[in-house]
C-alpha cells in the first residue's frame, strides 16, 4: 500500500498479559522501524529490520519483548507479560532503501497500548 | 552519541506571521536531519530532510529549515503562519550506520487567529 498500516488502534491489556502489534510496511520498502512514544512526547527507538532480517535490535528490552517481519506477513512486535511501564504508543515506519534519496522513513498512525 | 534538543517547549505566534521553531544537534561526522509533525493522535508526518548540498531545505506545506553547521543548528521556518499549522514538532537526527532516528523532545506549535 501507499500507507504503512498499523492495526489494531488501540491496545488494552491487563498486567501480565501479552500484547501483539502488527505493521504492514509501504508496498517495495525493504526497512522497517519500531520507535515507542511514552509520555512527555519522548521517542525510543525499538528495533529495525531489512526485509526479514534483524538489522539494530539495540533497543530492545530483550526479557519481554520480540519481534519479526517474515515474507508476505505484516511485521510484529510481541509483549510478553506486559507492565504498566510499557503504556505508550507504538509506531512503526518504513524506508525504501539505503541511501540519500530513499531513506526517508514514513511513520504509521501508531497503536496506542493502555496496559492497566 | 548523537543527540537532538528542541530548546523550546511552546511556541506561540499570530496567524499571518513568521513562525520559527528551534532544534539544535550534536552529532560525529555529518548529520542527517529531518523535521516531522504529529497531529493530535496520528502519526508522524515528514516535512523535510536535510542531507548534503543547500543550506536552506524546503519542505511541505510551504515549510522550509536552514542548517547551519556552526551554530550546529536546524531551524524550522515558515514566512506565513496558518491556524491549521498548530501542531507537535519533532526535528530528528538518523543515525548514519543503522539509520534509527533520535528525536528531540518536541515543540509545541500554536497558531493564534
Known amino acids: 500500500g501507499e500507507e504503512v498500516a498499523q492495526t489494531p488502534k488501540h491496545l488494552v491489556r491487563g498486567e501480565g498479559q501479552k500484547a501483539k502489534l502488527y505493521c504492514a510496511p509501504i508496498?517495495?520498502?525493504?526497512?522497517v522501524f519500531w520507535y515507542q512514544q511514552v509520555l512527555k512526547n519522548e521517542f525510543k527507538f525499538l528495533i529495525s529490520?531489512?526485509?526479514?532480517?534483524?538489522?539494530?535490535e539495540t533497543g530492545m528490552p530483550k526479557e519481554r519483548f520480540s519481534a519479526k517481519c517474515l515474507p508476505n506477513s505484516p511485521c510484529s512486535l510481541e509483549i510478553q507479560a506486559t507492565k504498566l511501564e510499557d503504556s505508550a504508543v507504538y509506531f512503526c515506519?518504513?524506508?525504501?532503501?539505503?541511501?540519500?534519496?530513499?531513506?526517508?522513513?514514513?511513520f504509521g498512525p501508531g497503536t496506542r497500548l493502555t496496559v492497566l | 552519541a548523537q543527540s537532538v534538543a528542541q530548546p523550546e517547549d511552546q511556541v506561540n505566534v499570530a496567524e499571518g506571521n513568521p513562525l520559527t521553531v528551534k532544534c539544535t544537534y550534536s552529532?560525529?561526522?555529518?548529520?542527517?536531519l529531518f523535521w516531522y509533525v504529529q497531529y493530535p493522535n496520528r502519526g508522524l508526518q515528514f516535512l523535510l530532510k536535510y542531507i548534503t548540498g543547500d543550506n536552506l531545505v524546503k519542505g511541505s506545506y510551504g515549510f522550509e529549515a536552514e542548517f547551519n553547521k556552526s551554530q550546529t543548528s536546524f531551524h524550522l521556518k515558515k514566512p506565513s503562519a496558518l491556524v491549521s499549522d498548530s501542531a507537535l514538532y519533532f526535528c530528528a537526527v538518523r543515525d548514519i550506520l543503522y539509520g534509527k532516528l533520535t528525536f528531540g523532545q518536541g515543540t509545541i506549535l500554536t497558531v493564534h487567529p
Open positions: 508496498k517495495g520498502h525493504s526497512y
Open positions: 529490520f531489512q526485509n526479514e532480517n534483524v538489522f539494530d
Open positions: 515506519a518504513s524506508s525504501q532503501s539505503w541511501g540519500e534519496s530513499t531513506d526517508t522513513q514514513y
Open positions: 552529532v560525529s561526522g555529518n548529520p542527517y
